[in-house]
Nanobody, 124 residues
Framework: QVQLVESGGGLVQAGVSLRLSCAAS????????IGWFRQAPGKEREFVAV????????YYADSVKGRFTISRENAKNTVYLQMNSLKSEDTAVYYC????????WGTGRPLDYWGQGTQVTVSS
């Protein structure tokens, strides 16, 4: 069992940076791939980024590639999403998720665990 709690969201101006955190409970955290999704008002939830359990492999949505960086500290049971050069279109609720598999995160397949989300609002 893994429980996920996101933090770090807020209201920021376009162009600035923000770092989200996903804190996990559970002794097996280091065995899970962890990723981020987001859902803007009136839109479907979309994949943002994922990192494998070792931290060696990452994968990003085209919309955030080059601006967002996902990383993890297994000793702290935490995954981060560093978001730079934020745009108004990045406004959404951001969710972290955990799954035993690294592949297929952007395909809509079911994932094992989800957090409750944190709001990010970017004003232009």
């Amino acid at each position: 069992q893994v429980q996920l709690v996101e933090s770090g969201g807020g209201l920021v101006q376009a162009g600035v940076s923000l770092r989200l955190s996903c804190a996990a409970s559970g002794r097996t955290f280091s065995r899970y791939a962890i990723g981020w999704f987001r859902q803007a008002p009136g839109k479907e939830r979309e994949f943002v980024a994922v990192i494998d359990w070792t931290g060696a492999m990452t994968y990003y949505a085209d919309s955030v590639k080059g601006r967002f960086t996902i990383s993890r500290e297994n000793a702290k049971n935490t995954v981060y999403l560093q978001m730079n050069s934020l745009k108004s279109e990045d406004t959404a609720v951001y969710y972290c998720a955990a799954d035993s598999g690294y592949r297929g995160w952007g395909t809509g397949r079911p994932l094992d665990y989800w957090g409750q989300g944190t709001q990010v609002t970017v004003s232009s």
